[in-house]
Nanobody, 124 residues
Framework: QVQLVESGGGLVQAGGSLRLSCAVS????????MGWFRQAPGKERKFVAA????????LYVDSVKGRFTISRDNAKNTVYLQMNSLKPEDTAVYYC?????????????????WGQGTQVTVSS
């Protein structure tokens, strides 16, 4: 079973920045698209951003466009989420996961395993 280990969360003031990391086990990391998701208190988990296996294509939810940047390092089996200009509404637990291709990343029904996530709290 793949292991997903998210890190980099914390408490930051509005307008600040954080860089999240997701380390993925296994030798097939470079063949999967990767995605970031978030779950705010009392709400369902939602898609945030995705990146193709090569890193050449990305997708973002409208609310984070221009503020968040997803990237990956296939040599390190790691995907990143650089978050700038953070807002209180970005407060959530952030998770990563993998999918066979970029289009499928949004479909959370395919995922049978999630990591522990990393908490991001943005104060106003």
């Amino acid at each position: 079973q793949v292991q997903l280990v998210e890190s980099g969360g914390g408490l930051v003031q509005a307008g600040g920045s954080l860089r999240l990391s997701c380390a993925v086990s296994g030798r097939t990391f470079g063949t999967y698209a990767m995605g970031w998701f978030r779950q705010a208190p009392g709400k369902e988990r939602k898609f945030v951003a995705a990146i193709s296996w090569s890193g050449g294509s990305t997708l973002y939810v409208d609310s984070v466009k221009g503020r968040f940047t997803i990237s990956r390092d296939n040599a390190k089996n790691t995907v990143y989420l650089q978050m700038n200009s953070l807002k209180p509404e970005d407060t959530a637990v952030y998770y990563c996961n993998r999918a066979p291709n970029l289009i499928m990343v949004r479909d959370q029904g395919q995922y049978d395993y999630w990591g522990q996530g990393t908490q991001v709290t943005v104060s106003s």
